[in-house]
């Protein structure tokens, strides 16, 4: 494994991560509807150079609901948080 292999495993971990924060049920990503959606923000988490300010932002508390403009996954981000096909949780305002 490389080492750009290596820093794309690690950072695409922070999706997961990013969601939960944000409230999308990642389950819906074995949803057909929503797979691509999923894959595609895998993708670009896993290739963004990002990684020390998305761990950070996820670190820290926000009063502004919504992904950081930085994230590759700005769109898809929001995309999924406002397809009514997806439940989100309740927002805890964490």
Do not use: Q
Request: charge should be positive; glycine fraction near 8%.
């Amino acid at each position: 494994m490389n080492s750009s292999s290596r820093h794309g495993y690690k950072t695409a971990a922070n999706i997961d991560n990013m969601m939960d924060r944000l409230g999308i049920d990642v389950g819906c990503r074995v949803v057909p509807r929503f797979g691509l959606l999923f894959s595609c923000a895998l993708r670009n988490c896993g290739s963004c150079m990002r990684r020390s300010a998305c761990t950070e932002w996820l670190a820290t508390e926000h009063a502004v609901f919504g992904p950081p403009n930085f994230c590759p996954n700005f769109d898809l981000l929001w995309e999924l948080l406002c397809d009514s096909g997806i439940d989100p949780r309740t927002y805890s305002g964490r």
